[in-house]
């Protein structure tokens, strides 16, 4: 881990990867190819940017989303999963209260023209959609029931989180716990669903 840009010895990185902030929301940076990335000067010049702003930021002030307020900003580079060269990978994101999955949000094309989708836990279309553009129905994952199964190990403890989650490969891998998506500002259509999923997360609170 990195406390600024300045410390990150991209020699001892692999050829792809990717570069984090720990304390935020959007502060990725992917690298493909380590080689292409360093001798392009505005790509380099723009990550690094990124990433000092997003180093020097509180995102506590923005939306007062608590559990960021007090964490030590850092960066930290991970293996970049699956195959570099072909699309972004599927996001999983299961919302869970404490025993109870409501949906599964479905996100591709994170990086280059978001589209997603909402399922149910035996994958039907929930009958609400989020702002971004819509994605159709996608196949199935291979490891569903085992994702939900982790999702609601990983919940126990709190009443609401959605559990952020890549499939690759026959391997789950969990990007992070998320308690206030968006900073609690999505929007659903019909907007009716708004206040369905709040009855739910009361009814899971009261249990």
Known sequence: MYKSVNEIDFSKLPQSFVLKTNHD????????????????SKSFNEAIT???????????TMYREWHYKDIEPRIF????????????????KIHTMQNIISHIEVITD??????EIAMDTKWHKVPF???????????????LGEMLDMSLLLAQAFQYVRVDLYCVEM??????????????????????WDKKLGDLWKHARIE
């Open 171 to 192: 391997n789950i891998y969990v990007g992070e716990l998320t308690f206030t998506p968006a900073g609690g500002t999505d929007k659903f259509t019909p907007q009716e």
């Open 50 to 60: 990124k990433l000092t702003n997003h180093l020097n930021t509180n995102f506590y």
């Open 129 to 143: 959609d989020y702002e971004k553009k819509s994605l159709q129905i996608p196949q199935k994952p291979i490891m």
């Open 110 to 115: 994170r990086h280059t023209g978001q589209k």
């Open 25 to 40: 929301c959007g502060g990725v940076v992917l690298v493909k190819d380590k080689d292409t990335f360093l001798k392009d």
């Open 77 to 92: 580079a991970e293996e970049m999963l699956g195959d570099t060269q072909k699309h972004s990978l599927i996001d999983y």
